[in-house]
């Protein structure tokens, strides 16, 4: 099994930044693509950002491009989405997830492995 244990968010102002963190534990070797999604109150959970296994290809939803960017250090088996310019409309749940195949899947129930999720609060 593979456990994702996201942090890093909180209660900002619109315009600051946060640093989102998923670090993967268990059996780390089975996982390729990782990706966040988000989920607002009384919204749908929705794609944000993706990562392939080696890092060399990302991908985004329109609303974060030029504002967010995903990373991932497989060394240290942990993914990153750097949140800069960061709105009111940015509010929501964020969850980390992961799946055994190396693709970049915006569909959630593609993913295998989910974390818990972490709040992010942008209050304008």
């Known amino acids: 099994q593979v456990q994702l244990v996201e942090s890093g968010g909180g209660l900002v102002q619109a315009g600051d930044s946060l640093r989102l963190s998923c670090a993967a534990s268990?059996?780390?070797?089975?996982?390729?693509?990782m990706s966040w999604f988000r989920q607002a109150p009384g919204k749908e959970q929705e794609f944000v950002a993706g990562?392939?296994?080696?890092?060399?290809?990302?991908s985004y939803t329109d609303s974060v491009k030029g504002r967010f960017t995903i990373s991932r250090d497989n060394a240290k088996n942990t993914v990153y989405l750097q949140m800069n310019s960061l709105k009111p409309e940015d509010t929501a749940v964020y969850y980390c997830?992961?799946?055994?195949?190396?693709?970049?899947?915006?569909?959630?129930?593609?993913?295998?492995?989910w974390g818990q999720g972490t709040q992010v609060t942008v209050s304008s």
């Open positions: 997830a992961a799946t055994n195949e190396d693709l970049i899947m915006k569909r959630s129930i593609l993913y295998d492995y």
């Open positions: 268990g059996r780390t070797f089975s996982i390729h693509a």
């Open positions: 990562i392939s296994s080696t890092g060399g290809r990302s």
